[in-house]
C-alpha cells in the first residue's frame, strides 16, 4: 500500500509541473557568421534573460508556452527583437544574426556640457522617469549614449548608441533601455525599443522588503493589475470600475438628455456607455497560458482608490481610456501584455514611467 501511494504521489506531481519551453541556439555576426560572446539574450519587457557564452551560444530555460517577444543586443550592434510562439513544449533552437550598428543619420549631437544639450536631456529624463514618488529615486547612469535633436517644427527626438541605463532604487532594478525612437512634441511623448531588468542585490534584508513594498504600491492600479483583474472577474474588488462605450447601432438617442448636469456618467450610462464586468470582456485564448481582452469599442476605466480628473462631474477619480484597434489583444492571466495589438491607452494609465514600471514577469505572493 506504501509503495502504491508513492506511486501515485509520483504521478500527481508530474501531473502538477507546468508545461515549458527551453530556448536554445547562437548569436553571430550577419556578414562574418562569428560568434558574438555574451550576447544579452532576453524577453522584451522583462527580467528573465541570460547572457551567451564565449561562443555565442544560449539557453533560456523554462519558459511558459504561448507568445514571447525575445531581443538579443551586443555592443556595437543593432539590438533585434523577434515574437515567437511556441503551443507545444520542449526544446527549441532559434538562431539570431546581428547587424553592425549603423550612424544616426541626421542627428545633431551636442557636446556633454552644452547648455542645449543639457536642457534637453533635462526633458527626457523627466518623460522617462515620471513625476511621481518614486521618481527621485532612479537615475539615468549613462545620458552620454544618448544622441539629441531637436527639429524646425520643435519636435525633441533622441536614440541610444548603447543601451540606456536607469537605475531605480526605489523598486530594485536595473533597466537596460534600448530607445529606437523617442519623439516629445506639444506636451505628449512617444517612445519605444526593447527593455531588460535586472535585478539589484539588497544591501541588506530591510531594503529587500522595502522593495518588495514598493513594488506592491507600483502594482496596485497598474495596467498589470487592471488586466489581472479583468482575468480574475474581480474589477469592483480590486477597486476598479470599468465602461465600455455602446456601438452607435445600439444606442438609445431618444432617452438623452439636455438637462443641467448632463456630463455625469448617471447621464451616460444605458445611452452611451455600461459598466461591465471582467467575464464580459475576457475570452479563453488558444492555450491555457493565454486569454484574450476583446471589445470592439473604447473602454472607459476609474481607479476608485485614486483621486483624479475625468470627463464626468460625478466621478474625480484617475481616468483612463483603452482601445483596440484590432478589437482584443492576448495577454496572461497575471496581466502581461503579449501579444498587444496595437492597443491605445490615454489618461492616467498612459502616464506610467520607468519609475514605477514593473517588469511582465512580475508577481503577486496570491
Not at 218 to 235: Q, W
Not at 311 to 327: K, L
Not at 340 to 360: H, Q, S, T, W, Y
Request: with cysteine.
Amino acid at each position: 500500500m506504501l509503495l502504491l501511494l508513492l506511486l501515485l504521489a509520483g504521478h500527481i506531481s508530474l501531473a502538477q509541473q507546468p508545461a515549458t519551453v527551453t530556448l536554445v541556439g547562437k548569436v553571430t555576426d550577419e556578414k562574418t557568421g562569428k560568434p558574438l560572446p555574451f550576447a544579452n539574450v532576453f524577453i522584451n519587457n522583462s527580467s528573465i534573460g541570460t547572457n551567451a557564452d564565449e561562443n555565442g551560444n544560449y539557453k533560456l530555460p523554462n519558459l511558459q508556452i504561448g507568445n514571447l517577444e525575445l531581443a538579443v543586443s551586443f555592443l556595437g550592434y543593432e539590438t533585434i527583437k523577434q515574437t515567437l510562439r511556441f503551443e507545444q513544449p520542449g526544446t527549441k533552437t532559434v538562431l539570431f544574426k546581428l547587424k553592425e550598428g549603423m550612424e544616426l543619420q541626421g542627428v545633431t549631437v551636442y557636446a556633454r556640457k552644452d547648455k542645449k544639450r543639457e536642457k534637453h536631456l533635462k526633458v527626457i529624463t523627466r518623460e522617462l522617469l515620471g513625476n511621481n514618488q518614486f521618481s527621485k529615486l532612479c537615475k539615468i547612469i549613462n545620458p552620454e549614449v544618448l544622441r539629441i535633436s531637436l527639429d524646425d517644427n520643435g519636435h525633441l527626438s533622441a536614440q541610444t548608441t548603447n543601451a540606456l541605463i536607469i537605475e531605480n532604487q526605489a523598486l530594485g532594478y536595473r533597466i537596460h533601455q534600448d530607445l529606437d525612437d523617442f519623439d516629445y512634441f506639444a506636451g505628449k511623448v512617444y517612445y519605444g525599443g526593447s527593455t531588460r531588468f535586472e535585478l539589484l542585490v539588497p544591501k541588506d534584508e530591510a531594503q529587500k522588503m522595502r522593495w518588495r513594498e514598493n513594488q506592491k504600491v507600483a502594482y496596485r492600479g497598474s495596467l498589470k493589475h487592471l488586466i489581472a483583474s479583468m482575468v480574475s472577474d474581480s474589477l469592483r474588488e480590486e477597486g476598479f470600475q470599468v465602461y465600455q462605450v455602446i456601438p452607435d447601432s445600439l444606442r438609445r438617442f431618444n432617452t438623452v438628455r439636455s438637462a443641467p448636469g448632463y456630463n455625469t456618467i448617471k447621464n451616460h450610462l444605458n445611452n452611451r456607455i455600461e459598466q461591465v464586468r471582467g467575464m464580459r470582456l475576457v475570452r479563453p485564448g488558444e492555450l491555457s497560458t493565454e486569454r484574450l481582452i476583446v471589445s470592439k469599442t473604447t473602454l472607459e476605466v476609474f481607479n476608485m482608490q485614486k483621486r483624479g480628473r475625468s470627463p464626468y462631474s460625478d466621478m474625480p477619480f484617475s481616468y483612463t481610456q483603452i482601445s483596440m484597434p484590432q478589437g482584443y489583444m492576448v495577454v496572461t492571466p497575471q496581466g502581461w501584455v503579449v501579444m498587444p495589438m496595437g492597443f491605445e491607452i490615454a489618461g492616467d494609465l498612459g502616464n506610467d514611467r520607468f519609475a514605477n514600471l514593473l517588469p511582465a514577469d512580475w508577481k503577486r505572493e496570491d
